[in-house]
């Protein structure tokens, strides 16, 4: 049984913040974990990545911005954004990828998303 949960997201004003989560259940053996995002007439795009090691991958658009981060034994991703822009409005979606050995990848999985709101 999978089962992904988000939260956090949100209205805020321009240069507000919000921190998003998503805990995972039944996914296993995860190897990365981050969000992505769609904004109204554009296509789904990473927003921030974050491999089981540790490593981290963001969007140029949020570097500097937006902290990803994980907590391995809840099975948990965070997004913290700080300093929020109108353009980041969107819905923000989890990613979960869990090696298959049947398939010899990565299979993802998506929560359901929460949106962002910014504006005055």
């Known amino acids: 049984q999978v089962q992904l949960v988000e939260s956090g997201g949100g209205l805020v004003q321009p240069g507000g913040s919000l921190r998003l989560s998503c805990a995972a259940s039944g996914i296993f053996p995860i190897t990365a974990m981050g969000w992505y995002h769609h904004a109204p007439g554009k296509e789904r795009e990473l927003v921030a990545r974050?491999?089981?090691?540790?490593?981290?991958n963001y969007a140029d658009s949020v570097k500097g911005r937006f902290t990803i981060s994980r907590d391995s034994a809840k099975k948990t991703v965070y997004l913290q954004m700080n300093s929020l822009k109108p353009e980041d409005t969107a819905v923000y979606y989890c990613?979960?990828?869990?090696?298959?050995?049947?398939?010899?990848?990565?299979?993802?999985?998506w929560g359901k998303g929460t949106l962002v709101t910014v504006s005055s």
């Open positions: 974050i491999t089981i090691t540790g490593i981290t």
């Open positions: 990613n979960v990828v869990a090696f298959s050995v049947a398939d010899g990848k990565g299979i993802d999985y």
